[in-house]
């Protein structure tokens, strides 16, 4: 599957509009495991050095959300935080790739801030919601220049996020 460049479509779901409105803490972890075992280019075509490939990434992903008792234009204040624990593996098949993983470390921490909209109720359910997010990706996550496959990006992000959710029937 090809993913559009430049759109975070991992760990979500229809649902990403809608967050808790009282105050309080939330704990959410996720688990994902994906498998590669080719490079595409640009146009979505494999790059024959990278036939045969065993790429293997485990990440647990730690969210922790704050939704303060302060309210901004109707909807909910709040903070969130991402930590990643990631394990890494390369093995190709194909000696001339040569892939270096970086076996299992801390990812790149993403915090910021957001404002949660109140739902729009018709019929006494839900039928739309929204959130905006502000995010800075901190590199501190495990990197060296060394090797092909980091769980750091090594360099610092800013990451502004909208998510809605519309549930029309």
């Given at each position: 599957v090809?993913?559009?460049?430049?759109?975070?479509?991992?760990d979500?779901?229809f649902?990403?509009?809608?967050?808790?409105?009282?105050p309080?803490?939330?704990?959410?972890?996720?688990?994902?495991?994906?498998h590669?075992?080719?490079i595409?280019?640009?146009?979505?075509?494999?790059?024959p050095?990278?036939k045969?490939?065993?790429?293997n990434?485990?990440?647990?992903?730690n969210q922790?959300?704050?939704?303060t008792?302060?309210?901004?234009?109707?909807?909910s204040l709040?903070a969130t935080a991402?930590l990643?624990?990631v394990d890494?593996a390369a093995?190709?098949e194909?000696?001339s790739?040569n892939?270096k993983?970086n076996?299992?470390?801390i990812?790149d921490?993403t915090?910021?801030?957001f404002?949660q909209?109140?739902?729009i109720?018709?019929?006494?359910?839900?039928?739309f919601?929204?959130?905006f997010?502000?995010?800075?990706i901190?590199?501190i996550?495990?990197?060296?220049?060394n090797?092909?496959?980091?769980q750091?990006s090594g360099?610092?992000?800013?990451?502004?996020?909208?998510?809605?959710?519309i549930?029309?029937?």
């Open positions: 090809t993913e559009p460049a430049g759109i975070n479509l991992g979500t779901s649902n990403d509009g809608f967050s808790r409105l009282s309080g803490w939330v704990y959410q972890q996720y688990f994902q495991i994906s590669f075992n080719a595409t280019g640009a146009d979505g075509n494999v790059i050095a990278s045969n490939m065993n790429v990434a485990i990440a647990s992903i922790l959300v704050y939704v008792p302060y309210r901004l234009l109707g909807g709040g991402l990643p624990f890494l093995n190709p194909n000696p790739l892939l993983a076996g299992f470390g990812g921490l915090w910021g801030v404002l909209m109140p739902p109720i018709s019929g006494g359910r839900p039928i919601t929204d959130r997010e502000f995010d800075v901190s590199p996550g495990k990197y060296n220049k090797k092909d496959i980091n750091s360099y610092w992000s800013i990451a502004p996020y909208y998510a809605f959710t549930l029309p029937a």
